[in-house]
T-cell receptor, first 111, second 114 residues
Framework: EPEVTQTPSHQVTQMGQEVILRCVPI?????FYWYRQILGQKVEFLVS????????KSEIFDDQFSVERPDGSNFTLKIRSTKLEDSAMYFC?????????FGPGTRLTVL | AQSVTQLDSHVSVSEGTPVLLRCNYS??????LFWYVQHPNKGLQLLLK??????LVKGINGFEAEFKKSETSFHLTKPSAHMSDAAEYFC????????????FGTGTRLTVIP
């Protein structure tokens, strides 16, 4: 059964550094998403992406964040200058209809 | 605006007894509702979804949920808990826009006592 994959599973970085989180959505899906879950808190929507552009973004998704689909398979989330409060689990999801399928997540730790 | 409220942050049941995880929703229009499960150190797995078809929805692992518009509820149930059901459960509503962004509840941690 096809699934969403994410790499790396765990990323440790220093505050102020740039990180890129990678996702490979399910191949025939058209919508792509990033969510995050700060430890002990609920899952929060960050951004949705369709037809090579951002469909919608939350207040969390400020100028420090960007998304890209550099080729036909990958979907990336870039954080330009990480802050301590960016430490969280980041989930990628994809969908064709209104059902989203999630990857296993990348745990980002900012020191 | 769409939102969900999960009424219990933690539910504890004995193995073999019924499970009830409560969820109420708020939506400007007919919602799409989901339950996702997150096992420790794992990703989010779709349990079941309601998208305006049958109000009683059956999902994986013996779970089901009933959409009750009059009560704005979408409670998750299972007749008999198994140890493997211990996890965090999220009630989720879709915003029904083109991208169908999801809005999560705060989660209910289910503990199953042997």
């Amino acid at each position: 059964e096809p699934e969403v994959t994410q790499t790396p599973s765990h990323q440790v970085t220093q505050m102020g550094q740039e990180v890129i989180l990678r996702c490979v959505p399910i191949s025939n899906h058209l919508y792509f998403y990033w969510y995050r879950q700060i430890l002990g808190q609920k899952v929060e929507f960050l951004v949705s992406f369709y037809n090579n552009e951002i469909s919608e973004k939350s207040e969390i998704f400020d100028d420090q964040f960007s998304v890209e689909r550099p080729d036909g398979s990958n979907f990336t989330l870039k954080i330009r200058s990480t802050k301590l409060e960016d430490s969280a689990m980041y989930f990628c999801a994809s969908s064709t209809t209104n059902t989203q399928y999630f990857g296993p997540g990348t745990r980002l730790t900012v020191l | 605006a769409q939102s969900v409220t999960q009424l219990d942050s933690h539910v504890s049941v004995s193995e073999g007894t019924p499970v009830l995880l409560r969820c109420n929703y708020s939506s400007s229009y007919s919602p799409s509702l989901f339950w996702y499960v997150q096992h420790p150190n794992k990703g989010l797995q779709l349990l079941l979804k309601y998208t305006s078809a049958a109000t009683l929805v059956k999902g994986i692992n013996g779970f089901e949920a009933e959409f009750k518009k009059s009560e704005t509820s979408f409670h998750l149930t299972k007749p008999s808990a198994h140890m493997s059901d211990a996890a965090e459960y999220f009630c989720v509503v879709s915003d029904q826009t083109g991208a169908n962004n999801l809005f999560f509840g705060t989660g209910t941690r289910l503990t199953v006592i042997p």
